[in-house]
């Protein structure tokens, strides 16, 4: 008798290994042997919520208009408070019924918009290395990937636009990311945008860009938006969220803005898999962005802090960096010698092992990442400088 045998589906079967599962089941096992481990791998952050968020949301919850299914594009208040942020903060000016989205976090936003959009055929331009979802979203909606080197910023607009050149049929989409996870790269000005809207044009692709640490920057840089450039509406859409410069991950909040018919399409793909965040999320949503600007401000001098301490360690141990401007990320270069002839995913997995410290090796982030490790700023300066401590510890054994 055969064994009964149940397959995924061809789509599963495409996706990429998901290397950081690795990591994740060696640091779960650690920490069941009751082992401290000090994670730095992932952008999750460890302060708290603004309590004027949090009691909002707990006021907002005991409505019981609050607990019915909501719209699945986010109620209208929270749309026209992410039409005023806009305006406010980057001269950009949205109509809360057709150009914003509210999303269950970015990611979701990000990965229904490709399956909203793709589908086999169809081929994508995305930057390497690149936030992993940049990469599996496209896979899972059938769609293939085409990588070029982030490199500098002149460089990659001209690999984007002899790829667009060569590729026939022409690319369908683009996706961008900057401030860039997980480099921590940052553009000066809206000329590199200003480019990507004009190859946009030209060879009629669809742009997204992934703004998730927009409002996530030190040393007095301001992060552009891309709907800042004439015409960025007409090509294409941005995803910001209200995780990282709030310090609200959990909630799970995000949202999309921009072109109309990507919005329109994301929004009918929404509607037949969700009803909406939790209307009282939505709520303390506005409250967050209505109010809590000064917390936001106060959240980045934290994690300047945190950069300078990580940036300063990490000479120490002989790890090329450059302080990044914006993000919750240090891209720091391994030196050879310190890999001892492995990969990063090898080097990471020695680190949880022997250093008992999670960072995440760049050559999950693709090809181009190799050779690197992201360091996420989300522990205190004590649990930074333990790390690193028990990082040179590891080292310096040889």
């Known amino acids: 008798m055969e064994e009964f045998k149940i397959e995924p589906s061809e789509r599963i079967k ?31 952050p460890s302060d708290p919520t603004p309590q004027v968020i949090v009691d909002k949301l707990c006021e907002a919850a005991r409505d019981p208009r609050n607990q019915r299914y909501s719209a699945s594009k986010g109620i209208y208040n929270l749309r026209k408070e992410v039409a005023i942020k806009y305006a406010k903060q980057y001269n950009v000016e949205l109509d809360p019924n057709s150009e914003v989205l509210a999303c269950i976090g970015s990611k979701e936003g990000f990965s229904h918009l490709c399956l909203a959009m793709l589908g086999p055929g169809d081929t994508v331009i995305v930057p390497d290395p690149a936030f992993p979802i940049h990469i599996y979203a496209v896979a899972l909606a059938g769609a293939n990937v085409v990588t070029v080197p982030l490199g500098n910023t002149q460089k990659s607009l001209d690999i984007i636009k002899e790829t667009c050149e060569k590729l026939y049929p022409h690319p369908k989409m683009l996706i961008l990311n900057f401030p860039h996870n997980p480099t921590a790269m940052t553009l000066d000005d809206l000329s590199y945008f200003e480019t990507v809207v004009n190859i946009a044009r030209k060879f009629n692709i669809a742009v997204i860009h992934d703004f998730a640490y ?55 793909i929404k509607g037949y898999y969700d009803y909406g965040i939790f209307q009282a999320i939505q709520i303390a949503s506005i409250i967050a962005m209505r109010h809590c600007e000064n917390d936001t401000i106060e959240q980045n001098k934290k994690y300047q802090f945190r950069r300078d301490i990580v940036c300063d360690c990490l000479a120490k141990i002989g790890w090329q960096v450059e302080k990044p401007r914006a993000s919750m990320f240090v891209w720091a270069r391994v030196p050879d010698d310190q890999l001892k002839g492995k990969g990063t995913i090898d080097f990471a997995m020695d680190l949880i092992e022997n250093a008992n410290v999670v960072i995440a090796p760049g050559r999950a982030f693709g090809e181009n990442g190799e050779g690197y490790m992201r360091i996420a700023l989300v522990e205190n300066e004590n649990r930074l400088r333990q790390a690193f401590r028990n990082i040179k510890k590891y080292i310096q054994k040889g």
């Open 214 to 268: 927009g409002d996530t920057c030190f040393d007095g840089y301001k992060a552009p938006s891309f709907l800042s450039v004439k015409g960025a509406k007409d090509v294409g859409v941005e995803f910001s969220t209200l995780s990282k410069a709030y310090n609200m991950a959990g909630w799970r909040i995000g949202f999309a803005a921009g072109n109309k018919q990507m919005i329109e399409a994301l929004a009918t």
């Open 14 to 44: 495409r996706l990429p290994p998901y290397l950081f599962g690795r990591l994740n089941a060696l640091k779960l096992a650690k920490r069941q042997q009751q082992i401290d481990i000090i994670d730095l791998g992932m952008g999750n």
